[in-house]
């Protein structure tokens, strides 16, 4: 079967850092995602990984290494309007997108 | 631009009956899609769409469930006898061209209760 694993929850302090993490078993892979949502409303597009490494952007920045099934998020600077759910989601052989079933990030002053 | 936009926001049936859910995606994108979200999960597939035909149906749970997008814009997700476990938000998703890489634009969703 397919399977995207995230953590539940994370708590983390306003300015810090915090490293969301997502591994996979899927038939076959084209990338990853990562979407944030809001509670009450849509996700929207954060990053997409389709070869090995880091990609920076601005405060995120998302790494794959499809060798381990593994992907992370990583927020830096966090301000309290990052608090919100992260989902990970994987393009499997059949360009379909399996998620995960999201983080809940909860930011704290 | 307009993003993808949905209707009705909400919608409370009652079991049995039949219900039409909107999807009024990006202009210019060919690819649509379907999901539907419980609380604390992510988006389940429902259907995609590449311009007017169904290119991949594959998450429909059963045959009460029927999707349509005929002139390959609008869509329409119909709900046949619903029932308890129908509610859910049911989200509606456009893209460029449904590459791999190309990001899916969301609408709000449409929140279904059946009591």
């Known amino acids: 079967g397919q399977n995207i694993d995230q953590p539940t929850e994370m708590t983390a302090t306003e300015g810090a850092i915090v490293q969301i993490n997502c591994t996979y078993q899927?038939?076959?892979?084209?990338?990853l995602f990562w979407y944030q949502q809001h509670a009450g409303e849509a996700p929207t597009f954060l990053s997409y990984?389709?070869l090995d490494g880091l990609e920076e952007k601005g405060r995120f920045s998302s790494f794959l290494s499809r060798s381990k099934g593994y992907s992370y998020l990583l927020l830096k600077e966090l301000q309290m309007k990052d608090s919100a759910s992260y989902l990970c989601?994987?393009?499997?052989?059949?360009?379909?997108?399996?998620w995960g079933a999201g983080t809940k990030l909860i930011i704290k002053p | 631009g307009a993003g993808v936009s949905q209707t009705p926001s909400n919608k409370v049936t009652e079991k049995g009956k039949y219900v039409e859910l909107r999807c009024d995606p990006i202009?210019?994108?060919?690819?649509l899609y379907w999901y539907r979200q419980s609380l604390g999960q992510g988006p389940e597939f429902l259907i995609y769409?590449?311009?007017?035909?169904?290119?991949?149906d594959s998450g429909l749970p059963n045959d009460r469930f029927f999707a349509v997008r005929p002139e390959g814009s609008v869509s329409t997700l119909k709900i046949q006898r619903t029932e308890r476990g129908d509610s859910a938000v049911y989200l509606c998703?456009?893209?460029?061209?449904?590459?791999?890489?190309?990001?899916?634009?969301f609408g709000p969703g449409t929140r279904l209760t059946v009591l």
């Open positions: 998703a456009s893209s460029f061209r449904g590459e791999a890489y190309n990001e899916q634009f």
């Open positions: 202009s210019g994108h060919t690819a």
């Open positions: 769409f590449q311009g007017t035909g169904a290119a991949d």
């Open positions: 899927t038939s076959g892979f084209n990338g």
């Open positions: 990984n389709v």
């Open positions: 989601a994987v393009v499997d052989s059949n360009y379909q997108l399996i």
